[in-house]
């Protein structure tokens, strides 16, 4: 196959995808980890602009030019910065449940955008597959336990999370259009950075100061790299996916996180959560196995 053979690309997308979803349901675990001693602005400002800085080892000569610099500032302050501050202060006004239920709300807004703004379309069968990885992401965040489930309760911080994830959304579909143009190397390293900056400055302009032991100075190391990873490799992914695609693939963090979860702070999975996260990685599956084979030009 030849370096630029679309299949080859794809398969590669749903890698990117995969490995991807390992570091994103690795992040709440070492989040809540560091949690007991610190805000979420305070952890995720630094953890974002070291993660930046960790980021320029790779291919440190690309740099931006005076076309790209405006499309870095923007997913930098919208996804970086705006969503994270967001994100944060809504996670301290509501509760578990529901920050867990609308986190969701990026899938949504993604996939609206995407199809909306970017023309991107699924194949029917890909398409009902995608239903399936919602449904279960939703009983692994619900539990299928509604009662504990109250939009009104925590309002504030209910339309917080909501806002950072429509910021994500968002922020997702100008990456797969900016993508085309531009490194990933180059706009994961500037994303996390501009972002990181803004979001150390609101954390300290409100007093929330990052305080490590030394076992936390561990975790938060492996937070970083998880950081860096993780949006090189989202990128990478949206870029050669497309929005939906991506964040549909990338859903198995849900399950991922749960076991993590499970293993490492002893959190209880039910069997209904089961259900739910083997929905996912079947969904997930069949999707993957839906992709309609693309000849090269």
């Not at 996804?79 to 509501?94: D, S």
């Amino acid at each position: 196959m030849g370096k630029g053979d679309p299949g080859r690309s794809t398969s590669r997308g749903y890698l990117y995808a995969l490995l991807g979803a390992v570091g994103g349901g690795a992040i709440p675990t070492l989040f809540k980890i560091l949690l007991a001693h610190n805000t979420p602005a305070a952890i995720a400002g630094p953890g974002l602009l070291l993660s930046g800085f960790a980021l320029f080892f790779y291919k440190p000569k690309m740099n931006p030019t005076r076309q790209s610099f405006p499309f870095l500032l923007l997913i930098g302050v919208l996804g970086g910065a705006l969503a994270t501050v967001m994100w944060a202060a809504g996670i301290e006004e509501t509760t578990v449940v529901n920050a867990s239920l609308l986190a969701n709300g990026e899938i949504l807004f993604t996939t609206l955008i995407a199809m909306f703004a970017l023309g991107e379309r699924l194949s029917r069968f890909q398409a009902s597959m995608g239903l399936i990885i919602v449904v279960g992401i939703l009983v692994v965040s619900t539990d299928l336990d509604l009662a504990r489930v109250q939009f009104f309760q925590g309002l504030m911080g209910n339309l917080l999370i909501l806002g950072a994830t429509l910021a994500w959304g968002l922020e997702n579909n100008i990456i797969v259009a900016i993508s085309r143009r531009f490194a990933v190397p180059m706009l994961s390293r500037y994303r996390n950075t501009i972002g990181g900056v803004l979001v150390t400055g609101f954390a300290i302009s409100t007093g929330q100061f990052l305080t490590l032991s030394a076992h936390d100075a561990v975790v938060f190391a492996l937070l970083v790299l998880t950081f860096a990873g993780t949006t090189y490799l989202f990128l990478a992914a949206l870029q050669r996916l497309g929005a939906i695609k991506m964040i549909l693939t990338y859903s198995v963090s849900t399950v991922l996180g749960a076991a993590l979860a499970l293993v490492v702070l002893g959190e209880q999975i039910t069997s209904v959560q089961l259900l739910g996260g083997g929905l996912i990685v079947v969904g997930v599956y069949l999707f993957r196995r839906g992709e309609r084979p693309t000849s090269a030009p």
